[in-house]
């Protein structure tokens, strides 16, 4: 199976087109994904097709070429069309209670890996249990215990403290992290150059303090050789003379 990206939403591939890679005709649009309780993985998915959307055809996972802005599909003109396992379950709307017998949430959602069908987290509305403020959060598949057709049972420890859910950061985490890197690197580019600056500016203040400090010592220096020269001599006093 090729792919443009890797883990998606399960809502996202709603209402794709699907196309019959043998043919390239269209055979309808996504209408429902299905997985195995069991394995939690993806294992097909529901086609409708017709005016109002009445015809319903099921496609294994296994068929799944490729998953893009459309799902091609192989199909075999020669084999029966399969039908939906029993087993298979659609676990949105699923009433999430936990392990401790209280209800935590609902499964509104789910991340899944399109090239292995693997769920990595649901996604679950908050019922507001234990204060945890409304919004959507993850629930990782190692949580979950059992899935029923109604119900999922939790490990209360993993809906306790949730975490939240925010749109495309599973898209996101590698782009924001790059530019985190890239903004301190930044940082400490200009850091190191304020550095450097202050550093050449203090060079120069030095420099320029040694050249007023010798300007000044050589006008001390000359102004004390022109009061020199300024000063007359002490008068000389006659000799004495021996006559009488």
Not at 16 to 36: C, F, N, P, S, Y
Not at 82 to 101: F, N
Request: charged share 30%; glycine share 6%; with cysteine.
């Amino acid at each position: 199976m090729s792919t443009s990206q890797q883990i998606v939403k399960r809502s996202e591939l709603i209402n794709r087109r699907t196309i019959d890679r043998r043919t390239a005709e269209e055979v309808g649009r996504v209408d429902r994904l299905w997985l195995d309780p069991h394995s939690q993985r993806a294992i097909g998915f529901t086609c409708k097709s017709g005016l109002l959307g009445n015809k319903k055809r099921w496609f294994a996972w296994a068929q799944v070429d490729t998953v893009g802005e459309n799902v091609l599909v192989t199909i075999n003109p020669e084999l029966p069309e399969l039908h939906q396992p029993e087993q298979a379950v659609c676990p949105i709307g699923l009433e999430v209670l936990t392990d401790a017998g209280n209800k935590a949430g609902t499964v509104v959602d789910y991340l899944f890996d399109v090239r292995t069908g693997s769920v990595r987290d649901y996604l679950f509305k908050s019922s507001g249990w234990r204060g945890v403020l409304d919004g959507i959060y993850l629930l990782p598949v190692q949580a979950i215990s059992t899935i029923g057709s109604k119900r999922a049972i939790v490990s209360e420890a993993a809906v306790s403290e949730p975490v939240q859910y925010a749109e495309g950061l599973h898209h996101k985490v590698g782009m924001v992290a790059e530019f985190l890197q890239e903004d301190l690197d930044r940082t400490l580019k200009n850091v190191a150059g304020v550095k450097r600056n202050a550093q050449n500016l203090a060079e120069k203040l030095q420099d320029k303090a040694i050249e007023v400090r010798d300007v000044a010592q050589e006008k001390v220096a000359e102004l004390k050789r022109q009061r020199d020269e300024s000063v007359p001599p002490d008068p000389v006093e006659p000799p004495e003379s021996d006559l009488p």
